[in-house]
């Protein structure tokens, strides 16, 4: 199998195991029950190193895939637009962030983290208009600074086992 | 590991620090500069429909859209969600709230309760 082939074959996956990697975190308990929206963002293990194999275009479309097959299985169309509020600030800023040069993975994906969830605050501000919201953004600030440093390591584990794999 | 792996490693840490750093302020600010709220007021879709007053414990169900179904309970001078009917139930799960500014918001059901003071006329200030 060649170039273009493979490479849709090997972004089919990703996208494959990153729908996977949503259902998981459907799966887990929340973390937090009192603040919503806590989450440790696992499909962004996958977003990181398309993101740096493949590029910020790649990483999109599969997360594009993503959204949409996790909004026909779990979710609902007025969650879609938050969904894509946070996908999409959070890929924005990532790729700013990894061509900046002044952070490791790590760094990218606590931007991301953090990017993700100031997406969907955002568009509950701006949805039920009510500003007051923002304060969640407080703890939303911890948890995805938190949750990146774990994905960030998880992501530079991926990237590093899959060195040697050539698309 | 080459200097500039080190120097990307040491920017992440300032990252996640300032982060942290900025949200502790932001969270000590929150909780020193808050007071008690006297009202617990209802929003459907941005719109104000009721407002309860903290004092007095009541109970009661509030219609949105779509045939949703929240129960507000007002006890002991602080308000929350008893039971809902929306997919999530994130609401229902949500802490008692009693502070001026803090909301509880059901996203499928477009519904915030928030509480204000005696003071606020009411009303959906976006530049609070």
Sequence with gaps: MQGKAKKLTFLSLAAAVALILSYVEVLLPPIVTAVPGIKIGLPNIVIIFLLYRFGVKDAAAVSAVRLAAVTLLFGNPVMLIYSIAGAALSLALMALCKKCGLFSAVGVSIVGGVS???????????????AEIGYYMIVLAVSGTVAGIFIGLAGMAVLKAMKNVRF | MGTN???????????AVVLLAVAAAAMLFWHFGKVEGDFAVVLIDGVETARYALDTDTEVVIHTDNAGENTLVIAGGKAYVGAANCPDLVCAGHRAISRVGETIVCLPHKLVIKITAASDAGGVDMAA
């Design chain 1, 116 to 130: 993700h969830n100031l997406g969907q605050i955002l568009v509950a501000m701006l949805l039920l208009e009510t």
């Design chain 2, 5 to 15: 792996d080190r120097k990307k490693i040491r920017n992440d840490i300032i990252l």
